[in-house]
DNA sequence: CATGAATGAGAATTCATTCAT
DNA sequence: TATGAATGAATTCTCATTCAT
C-alpha cells in the first residue's frame, strides 16, 4: 500500500520533483507507521525520520496529524477498492453462472484478503470515534460500492434467467457476505498473526457461491 | 456494559465492600472512556478522575494500564456473549423451523448490535496489533462459540428433516452471517452515529433466514 | 546483618512483645532493602511489605524515612565493628609478633570483608553527602577506634622491643591499611560480584604484615 | 570537572558548534548535579533547568539517563586518571630514591584528593550496586593501571639497587596505598566537610613513603 | 491499633507543534 | 527551504506521608 507515485525524474523539473518526492516518502512512511502502530501509537517524530526528511518539511506538506492521516486513508482506500470495483463491472455472463461467479468470488476474496487491506480495515474500524468520516468513505468506496455495482450484474443475469431474486441488492450482499464474511471476520479480530491461507480462502469463496446459487440460482 | 457488580450496602459487610466498591467504579470509568476514546486515547489520570478516587487506587487495584484494559475486554466480552450462546443453546424445534429461526435471528442480531458491544468490537479490532489475545477470546466466546453450538442445533433439525447440508458448521457460519452481515459490517464502518433502527435489524434477520432456508431449508 | 532481637516469646509479655516484634522485623527489611538498593532507591512501600506490616505501623516505630535510615546504619555500625574491636583489645604479646600479628591481620580482614559488611561501606559512602554524619559514625566506630586501640597495643609491645616507631597511631594506621587496602580498595568499586576467596585475603594479611614487619619489625 | 570543550566562537563554525555547545552545557550541568546529589536524587528536569536546555535537547543527545550517567563517569573517569599515570610514567632515577619517591606521592595524593575525584569515587562506589561496570572502569583506569605502571618503574629501580622485593606488584600496591590509604579512607567517609589540608597530604605522603623504603629500600 | 485510601507532588519520557537559523 | 532546538503540556507510574475506618 505504500506506494509512491514514483516521479518521472526526466520529465518533472528538478526542484518540482525533489518536493514531491519528499512527499511521497511522508506518505509512503506515514502509511506504514499509521497501519502498524494505529493513529495515536505513531508520532510524528517516527514518520519524519523513516521519511528521512525533518519534521518541518513533514508539516509543510501537511497541515496537521489529522490531516496527514485523512488524506493517507483516503487514498489507500481508493486506490485499494478500484480493482475489487472494477473486477465487478467486469462480470459477463459466459453462460456458466456458477464458474463465472465462483471466479469473481475468489478474485474478490483474495483482494479483500490482502494483509495491508486488513490492516486499514482494522484502522478504520478502530478509530471510527475519532474519524467518523473515513469509516464512510471505506463503507461507500468498498463494499457499498461493489455491492451496489453487483446488483446491477445480477439484475442482467435475472434478465437471462441465471438468477432468481426480488431485491436485487439485497441478494448482491447476501453473494458478497457469503463469500467473504467467515474469513474476514476471523480476520479482524484474530489479527495479523493467524493469516488464513489462499486455498482455505478459494474454499471459503467456492462455498459461499453454492449457498448463494442454492438460494438464488435458477430452477 | 460497565456494570458494577452493585454490593448491596444493606447485606454486604462494610469493610469487604469498600475497596471492592472502588474497584468497581473504577472498572465501571475504565470501561466507559475506553469504549468511547480506545486504549491509547484514554488516561489513567481520567480513569481515576470519572471513578472519583485516587491514581494511587487505580495501580493498587490494577498493576498497570495494559492489566485494566485486559481485565475489562475479558470481563465484558464474557458478559456480553454469554446470552447469546444461551439463546442457541435453548434453540428447541417447534415444529415451524421457519418461527424458530426468524426468533433467534431476530434476538441475535438485535443483542449483537447492542451500541456498547459494537464499541467493544470496534475497540478490539483497533487494538488487535497491540493485543492479540484480547481478538482471540472475543472471537473464541463470540461468534466461534455461538457457530459452533448452532452447528450442534442444525445437526438435531437436520435428523429431523428440517435442515439439509452436508457441513452442519458451515451452514450454522452461514446462517450466522447471513443474518448478521449486512448491518454488522456497516456499523463497524459507519460509526455510532447512524444507528439501525429495530425495524432495520429485523428486516435483515428475516431476510437472512429466508435466504439461509432457500438454500439449506427443506424440499 | 539483618539481625532481629529475636524476643524470647515465653518472657516478653504478649503484647509488648508484638510490637517488638514488628519492629524487629521492620528494622530486618530495612536493612536488607537499604542494602540491596541503596537509601532513595528503596521506598517504604517495599519495606512495609516485606516486614509484612502495614505502612502505618512503620510510621508508629519510626518518624521518617531518614530516622529509620540513621537508625539502621548505626546500629549495624556498631554491631559490625565491635569483634573487631575486641580482637584487637585481646591482643597479647605471645612472644611471636609475626604470628600474632598476621593472626589478627588475617581475622580483621576477613571481618571487614565480609559482603555485607561492604555494601554497608558503600552504602554510607555513596550517602556521604545526604547523610554526613553516618560516614563519621562509621570511620569513628571503625577504622579509627581500631587504629587507636592498636596504637596502644603497639606501645606495648615496643616497651618490650617487638616493634619499633616513632609514632605509635601512624605505625598501626599502616598496619591497617597494608593489611586491608588492596583487597578492600578492590571489592568497593568492583562491586560485591567479584568477591576474592578467604585464600586471597589471606595471602593479603600476610604480605601486609610482612611489609609492616619488614618496616617496623626489630631489628 | 565539569569543563566542556569550550568552543572557541572566533574560530568554531557556527552552525556545528550549536549544537555541541548544548551538549557540552548538559554534560556540565549533570556532571555538576549527579555529583552533587547522586544519580537517583538528580532529575532530568533538574539538569536541563541548569544546562538552560530544553528537556527535548537533553533527550536528543542522550537516550536516557542510564545513557547520560554512564557518558559522564566515563568521561570524567578517564581524564581525571590520566595526569595520575602520566606522572607514573615519567618516573626516573635520579639518583636519589627517597626524593624521587617522596615527589610522586606528594603529586599523586594530592590529584587523588581532589574534593570533585572524591566526589566522583563516592558516587561510583555509592552506585557499584547499579552500574557495576562503572566502579570496574574506575577501577582500572585509576588504581589498577597506576599500580601496573609503578610495578615496572619499580622493577628498573631494583635493577639499580634501588629497590628490593621479591613481587614488584605487591610493592607497587603497597606504596601506593602506604601513601594514599590514611587519608583517602577517611575523606571516603567523613564526606566533603572536613578536608585535609595539603600540609595534611604531604605529610601523609613523606610518612607512607619513610616506611615504604623502610620494608623496601636498599640495605 | 492497623489497614486501605487519599494526597499532592514529582519522577522519566514522549507528544504535536512552532521558532530561529 | 529545511534543520535543530524549544515549547509546554501530557503520558505512565512512584513517592513519602497522612487521614479515615
Chains 1, 2, 3, 4 share one sequence.
Not at 135 to 144: C, D, L, V
Request: proline letters at 6%; a negative charge.
Amino acid at each position: 500500500m505504500p506506494v509512491s507515485p514514483t516521479p518521472d525524474p526526466s520529465t518533472g523539473g528538478p526542484e518540482e520533483t525533489r518536493s514531491a518526492r519528499k512527499r511521497a516518502a511522508i506518505l509512503d512512511a506515514a502509511t506504514t507507521l499509521f497501519l502498524r502502530h494505529g493513529y495515536l501509537g505513531t508520532s510524528m517524530d517516527e514518520i519524519a525520520a523513516l521519511a528521512a526528511v525533518s519534521k518541518q518539511t513533514v508539516y509543510k506538506h501537511f497541515a496537521d496529524k489529522e490531516t496527514l492521516f485523512s488524506e493517507i486513508v483516503t487514498n489507500t482506500v481508493s486506490e485499494a477498492s478500484e480493482p475489487n470495483y472494477a473486477d465487478v463491472l467486469g462480470l459477463e455472463d459466459s453462460g456458466d453462472v456458477d464458474a463465472d461467479l465462483r471466479g469473481l468470488a475468489r478474485r474478490q476474496l483474495a483482494r479483500v484478503m490482502q494483509p495491508q487491506l486488513l490492516q486499514l480495515r482494522r484502522l478504520v474500524i478502530g478509530e471510527a470515534g475519532r474519524f467518523p468520516e473515513l469509516g464512510r468513505i471505506f463503507y461507500a468506496q468498498g463494499p457499498e460500492r461493489t455491492i451496489a455495482t453487483l446488483a446491477d450484474a445480477f439484475t442482467r443475469l435475472a434478465e437471462r434467467g441465471a438468477l432468481r431474486f426480488e431485491d436485487p441488492h439485497l441478494a448482491a450482499a447476501h453473494f458478497n457476505w457469503l463469500v467473504m464474511s467467515i474469513p474476514l471476520n476471523e480476520a479482524m479480530l484474530c489479527g495479523p498473526d493467524d493469516p488464513a491461507t489462499s486455498a482455505d480462502l478459494n474454499r471459503y469463496a467456492d462455498a459461499g457461491v453454492r449457498a448463494f446459487l442454492a438460494a438464488y440460482g435458477p430452477g
